[in-house]
């Protein structure tokens, strides 16, 4: 039986207390706006959107499901927040965005419904805020087409990311509400991979992401030490 019960309340109610602000560029989610093209077109030089059907999971007020749909794909978004799915299915509307739509669901549950029926499966910035994120791994494995692309995104576990995403990103420069993230949820990408092995997703490439607070500036590079991406392939 699929696990459909991989989540946290608190967690939830946290991204719920804030959904009215996700399409706020500069609220708590500025962060979210910032990094997207960059997350968004290296996704799509790994795997070109147009014409395939993705699925966004936790994808929160529909940030990324929005432009992947605007690439041309045809985009379902799902996530447990029902108060951030409904911002998102708003914007939807009132941006006039074809293409993209939206579902209360867990991974687990949907990998149960629809197995294999997605080219492109992403995950950015949820795996930290599971109970299990090996169940979401696996979830995200039996949603993706054999060939097709999954990619992942979290935060590495050591002093130097506690320093720079915990501290430094929630307390010092306040880019983040407090407490958004818990020390002990971060992921070494060690274990990422491993999850991955286990579900016969084979590691493509890695990126990190950093920040510099005097330019307020995001960028990639293969420094994965704290925020960091995983691009995968199904066997």
């Given at each position: 039986m699929p696990i459909t019960n991989n989540f946290d309340p608190a967690e939830l109610a946290k991204f719920s207390d804030l959904a009215h602000r996700w399409w706020d560029t500069e609220s708590e989610f500025r962060p979210l706006h910032q990094i997207n093209p960059l997350r968004l077109d290296w996704i799509e030089s790994l795997h070109p959107l147009k014409g395939q059907r993705v699925l966004d999971v936790g994808c929160g007020g529909g940030i990324l499901s929005d432009s992947m749909a605007r690439k041309g794909a045809q985009v379902l978004g799902i996530d447990l927040a029902s108060k951030a799915l409904k911002v998102a299915q708003l914007h939807a509307l009132e941006a006039q965005t074809e293409g993209v739509s939206y579902q209360e669901i867990s991974a687990e549950?949907?990998?149960?419904?629809?197995?294999?029926?997605?080219?492109?499966?992403?995950?950015?910035?949820?795996?930290?805020?599971?109970?299990?994120?090996?169940?979401?791994?696996?979830?995200?494995?039996?949603?993706?087409?054999?060939?097709?692309h999954v990619f992942f995104s979290t935060i590495n576990r050591n002093v130097k990311a506690f320093l720079l995403a915990i501290v430094g990103a929630e307390y010092v420069l306040q880019l983040l509400p407090r407490g958004t993230h818990e020390y002990a949820k971060l992921i070494k990408p060690s274990e990422l991979a491993g999850f991955c092995r286990s579900t016969g997703l084979d590691l493509q490439q890695t990126r990190g992401m950093h920040y510099n607070p005097l330019s307020r500036r995001y960028w990639l590079d293969a420094d994965t030490s704290v925020n960091y991406m995983f691009a995968t392939t199904k066997s």
């Open positions: 549950a949907l990998a149960a419904e629809q197995p294999g029926s997605f080219d492109v499966v992403t995950c950015m910035e949820m795996l930290e805020h599971v109970p299990d994120p090996s169940s979401v791994v696996r979830a995200c494995a039996a949603l993706v087409k054999p060939g097709g």
